[in-house]
Nanobody
Framework: QVQLVESGGGLVQPGGSLRLSCAAS????????MGWYRQAPGKQRELVAS???????VYADSVKGRFTISRDNAKNMVYLQMNSLKPEDTAVYYC?????????WGQGTQVTVSS
């Protein structure tokens, strides 16, 4: 099993930045894929950014050029740097990891972009 704990959400003004962190309970080098989804009120959960392999990443079109996913294998951490935030980025952000055929989720962290 894998436990994932997100942190770093909060309230930020449009144009601001936040960095989300995801702490994994086991070595992330053993986890097939990791990344971030988000879910806004009344909307389906959508992929934001993901490591599809150790070095390959994928981003939603809506965040390309603004968000960056990164990882620190030594610390078992995955990060999401979010710049130039927009009100439409407001959502609960979830970290996920795929491990031996199962997908594990964190509890989510709220990001609110508002003036």
């Amino acid at each position: 099993q894998v436990q994932l704990v997100e942190s770093g959400g909060g309230l930020v003004q449009p144009g601001g930045s936040l960095r989300l962190s995801c702490a994994a309970s086991r070595s992330i080098s053993t986890i097939n894929a990791m990344g971030w989804y988000r879910q806004a009120p009344g909307k389906q959960r959508e992929l934001v950014a993901s490591f599809t392999s150790v070095r390959s990443t994928v981003y939603a079109d809506s965040v390309k050029g603004r968000f960056t996913i990164s990882r620190d294998n030594a610390k078992n951490m995955v990060y999401l740097q979010m710049n130039s935030l927009k009100p439409e980025d407001t959502a609960v952000y979830y970290c996920y990891g795929d491990y031996f055929g199962d997908r594990y989720w964190g509890q989510g962290t709220q990001v609110t972009v508002s003036s």
